[in-house]
């Protein structure tokens, strides 16, 4: 029998599987609206690169990493040397590491490959709704159903939008400088970091020194340069403002 | 073909650095200062991604400052700040680089 969705009276005290799943794919629908135009550039990126559209869609299926995707995609048309794009590409994608670290508690158990197959879906959306739902509803069970269901929700509005910026970065005219698009695209992910004096120093020192390395080095190599001057900068603030290391401290003490 | 060894090892790479904690690799094998640090990646990555594409151009002679850029990536910067949403921003940002560049096509 089809339960009523509607009376409120109804819902279970243990929700299903499916049920976590339907919950994880809505929770990441507002997000959407950030998502999708990103996708959409990083399209518009790969058509103004020359890329193939075999090529395209063969990176867009085999990672789902949008930062490092579309420095991927700049710097190849940079005619940047392939190990320098390499590193670059992992360098930025080394925070999923960090997720993956938080996220293992609620995967216990799992199997491997279904594993490498969260990790394969995963996006920056789907690890932050999937946390937050674990940290302020911890009973309610089934929280890789809610994981799932926000992942492949993400995941296929960011293929969609891909596609559908390939397709119009062929009709766009050339005029509307597209290319632009894409450091906004990074500066509003960048707001939300900035959240302390060893974050905020952190990213004061990259971009200065993006400034001044990436035109002074050859190859590409000034923004990977420009990136671990940032995390030495924010390492070395912390190490050396008094309230950062305080603050430091404190988190080590409630660590113990 | 250069093109598929590429984004061959950017994908297994990126997977490999993915899994690796979620497949229950222990994260007490790293030193603390590593794990302390990992949150200085997202602004490092991003601001040193931003700053330069706000604000030089690449013209026929080479990497020069544009001042349009400039000014609408400040003025972007202020609608991420005061938005918090990307689409609000790339909208800013393009409308106000087409401003820009338009009134110094008029003074240069």
Redesign the interface.
């Given at each position: 029998m089809p339960c009523n969705k509607n009376t409120p009276s109804s819902a279970p005290k243990a929700p299903t599987k499916g049920q976590a799943f339907l919950r994880g794919g809505i929770s990441v629908l507002p997000i959407l609206?950030?998502?999708f135009?990103?996708s959409l550039?990083l399209g518009f990126a790969m058509k103004q690169s020359a890329?193939s559209p075999l090529?395209s869609a063969?990176?867009a299926a085999?990672?789902l990493?949008g930062?490092?995707q579309l420095?991927?995609v700049q710097l190849?048309a940079a005619a940047t040397p392939?190990v320098i794009?390499?590193l670059t590409?992992?360098?930025?994608?080394?925070?999923?590491?960090?997720?993956?670290?938080s996220?293992?508690p609620l995967?216990?158990g799992k199997p491997?490959p279904l594993?490498?197959f969260?990790?394969?879906i995963?996006s920056d959306q789907s690890y932050a709704f999937t946390m937050a739902e674990a940290e302020e509803h911890p009973e309610r069970p089934h929280i890789t159903s809610f994981f799932l269901g926000a992942s492949l929700v993400i995941y296929a509005f960011w293929q969609g939008g891909i596609a559908l910026g390939y397709l119009l970065g062929s009709v766009i005219p050339s005029w509307?400088?597209l290319h632009?698009?894409?450091?906004?695209?990074?500066?509003?992910?960048?707001?939300?970091?900035?959240k302390d004096g060893?974050?905020?120093f952190?990213?004061?020192?990259?971009?200065?020194?993006?400034?001044v390395l990436?035109?002074l080095l050859p190859l590409q190599t000034?923004?990977l340069a420009?990136?671990?001057m940032?995390?030495g900068?924010?390492?070395l603030y912390?190490t050396f403002a008094p309230s950062a290391r305080d603050a430091?401290n404190q988190k080590e003490e409630e660590k113990l | 073909m250069?093109?598929?060894?590429?984004?061959?090892?950017?994908?297994l790479?990126?997977?490999l650095?993915?899994?690796?904690?979620?497949?229950?690799f222990s994260?007490r094998r790293l030193p603390r200062?590593i794990m302390?640090?990992?949150?200085?990646?997202?602004?490092?990555?991003?601001?040193?991604?931003?700053?330069?594409?706000?604000?030089?151009a690449k013209t026929p002679q080479g990497?020069e400052i544009s001042l349009p850029?400039l000014f609408?990536?400040a003025g972007?910067?202020a609608v991420?700040?005061y938005g918090?949403?990307?689409?609000l921003?790339?909208l800013g940002?393009?409308l106000l680089?087409g401003l820009f560049?338009r009134l110094s096509g008029l003074f240069g």
């Open positions: 609206l950030g998502v135009p990103f550039v890329l090529q063969s990176f085999s990672i990493a930062t490092a420095a991927t190849y392939g794009i390499v590409a992992l360098v930025i994608n080394l925070r999923y590491a960090m997720y993956g670290l996220m293992e995967v216990r491997i594993r490498i969260y990790a394969y995963m509307l400088s632009f698009t894409i450091p906004l695209v990074f500066l509003s992910l960048l707001i939300p970091h900035l060893k974050r905020r952190a990213a004061g020192a990259a971009a200065l020194s993006a400034l990436v035109p000034g923004l420009a990136i671990l940032g995390m900068g924010g390492i912390e430091r | 250069r093109y598929y060894v590429i984004i061959f090892w950017v994908a790479g990126s997977l650095i993915k899994s690796i904690f979620l497949c229950g994260s200062w302390n640090n990992l949150d200085l990646i997202p602004p490092a990555v991003l601001a040193a991604l931003v700053a330069p594409a706000l604000v030089y990497v850029q609408a990536g972007a910067f991420a700040l918090k949403n990307v689409f921003t790339i940002g393009m680089l560049s």
